[in-house]
């Protein structure tokens, strides 16, 4: 674009008011600070200076208003340093033409824009455009990262033979210092307080599993009723019973409850 086109909207508007003046047309001084949306549109350029002032003249509104405005690149909303950088080299040009008027009832508006600010108003709508799809892809991205590492992370706690042993109420504790242990993991997990809770479910899924599976088995029974001392306190004997039962699981801390139950069971079976 060279700079004669800078001046085009300004020369635009010294035309219109100079062929207004032949005609007598009457101009206002001002221009209103609001208005309705108007009723009828005509676009510069398939409505050309000579076109709007005769139908000015034929129409023969009581006012007209001439009105330009001057680009601002300061209020120009836009993220992209180019962008910006370009819309600077157009301050204090003129953007925007308006003439407006009324006539029965009906508001009428002619309204010419420079080419250069159409450019620009669209290069943003394209440079927001490409900006939302990448923020899309970096929070797509950020989101597999983010399952890849709750993955992985889970795969470590769940394995972890600390965490298996862990009772109930250390579980969280044992889970962070895993986790402590994996920062680069857990810089990519999007919610790392909802880690805790769902590797702390999926443990009591899994202790009920084994819970339900354990809780069937007589040979289990006779095997613990036969290794069971019965020269020791209750304490130990459950303590006995619960590592018993943590052989057999995997791992797995089992439930208070439960441990109570199969000491109670073997204890019956030994009798």
């Known amino acids: 674009m060279t700079d004669d086109e800078h001046e085009d909207l300004a020369i635009l508007e010294l035309t219109i008011r100079s062929l207004m003046a032949d005609a007598g047309v009457r101009v206002a001084q001002v221009y209103p600070a609001t208005h309705r949306p108007p009723d009828v549109y005509f676009v510069?350029?398939?409505?050309?200076?000579?076109?709007?002032?005769?139908?000015l003249v034929s129409m023969a509104p009581a006012t007209v208003f001439v009105d330009s405005e001057r680009f601002d690149s300061d209020?120009?909303?836009?993220?992209?340093?180019?962008?910006?950088e370009a819309a600077q080299t157009y301050?204090?040009?003129?953007?925007?033409v308006n003439v407006l008027w009324?006539?029965?009832?009906?508001?009428?508006?002619?309204?010419?824009?420079?080419?250069?600010h159409d450019d620009l108003l669209d290069e943003t709508e394209i440079a927001q455009t490409h900006a939302r799809g990448m923020d899309q892809m970096e929070y797509e991205l950020g989101l597999e990262r983010s399952r890849n590492a709750h993955q992985k992370l889970a795969e470590l706690v769940l394995g972890s033979p600390e965490f298996r042993g862990a009772t109930t109420n250390r579980r969280s504790a044992q889970a962070q210092l895993i986790m402590d242990a994996h920062q680069d993991l857990v810089a990519d997990l999007l919610?790392?307080?909802?880690?805790?809770?769902?590797?702390?479910?999926?443990?009591?899924?899994?202790?009920?599993?084994?819970?339900?599976?354990?809780?069937?088995?007589?040979?289990?029974?006779?095997?613990i009723a036969a290794a069971l001392d019965l020269r020791v306190s209750?304490?130990?004997?459950k303590r006995q019973v619960a590592e018993l039962l943590r052989d057999r699981a995997d791992g797995w801390a089992l439930s208070e409850a439960f441990v109570e139950q199969i000491w109670r069971e073997a204890r019956e079976h030994g009798r």
């Open 191 to 223: 919610f790392e307080s909802r880690f805790v809770t769902n590797v702390r479910r999926n443990a009591s899924i899994e202790i009920a599993r084994w819970e339900r599976e354990l809780g069937t088995d007589e040979e289990l029974r006779a095997q």
């Open 102 to 116: 009324a006539r029965d009832g009906l508001l009428y508006e002619w309204l010419a824009t420079a080419d250069w």
């Open 234 to 237: 209750q304490t130990k004997q």
């Open 91 to 96: 301050d204090g040009e003129v953007r925007q």
């Open 75 to 84: 209020e120009f909303e836009t993220t992209d340093d180019e962008l910006r």
């Open 44 to 55: 510069y350029p398939s409505t050309p200076p000579s076109t709007l002032v005769e139908m």
